[in-house]
């Protein structure tokens, strides 16, 4: 079992930048896909953005451009740099191995004038 912990969320205004972090247990860091999730009240939890194990980024239509997800597999870490945030990227982010199946609890990023 992987445990993931996120940190880094908070209340921003539009038009800032926040940098979600995301650690992970275990000594195979290196081969596990990840990816950060984003779940807004009354809505389905959406892929936000995804890094293979060789390091290949997707993301989500809605924050191309703006975000961008990396990883350091010496700290067991994966990042989540979001800049230009709107509104509508108020959401619970979450953090994910599809290489486990495994969530961490999340962080509150709120993006509000």
């Known amino acids: 079992q992987v445990q993931l912990v996120e940190s880094g969320g908070g209340l921003v205004q539009p038009g800032g930048s926040l940098r979600l972090s995301c650690a992970a247990s275990?000594?195979?860091?290196?081969?596990?896909?990840m990816a950060w999730y984003r779940q807004a009240p009354g809505k389905q939890r959406e892929l936000v953005a995804g890094?293979?194990?060789?390091?290949?980024?997707n993301y989500a239509d809605s924050v191309k451009g703006r975000f961008t997800i990396s990883r350091d597999n010496a700290k067991n870490m994966v990042y989540l740099q979001m800049n230009s945030l709107k509104p509508e990227d108020t959401a619970v982010y979450y953090c994910?191995?599809?290489?486990?199946?495994?969530w961490g609890q999340g962080t509150q990023v709120t993006v509000s004038s």
């Open positions: 275990g000594s195979m860091f290196s081969i596990y896909a």
């Open positions: 890094i293979t194990v060789g390091s290949k980024t």
């Open positions: 994910f191995t599809p290489s486990f199946d495994s």
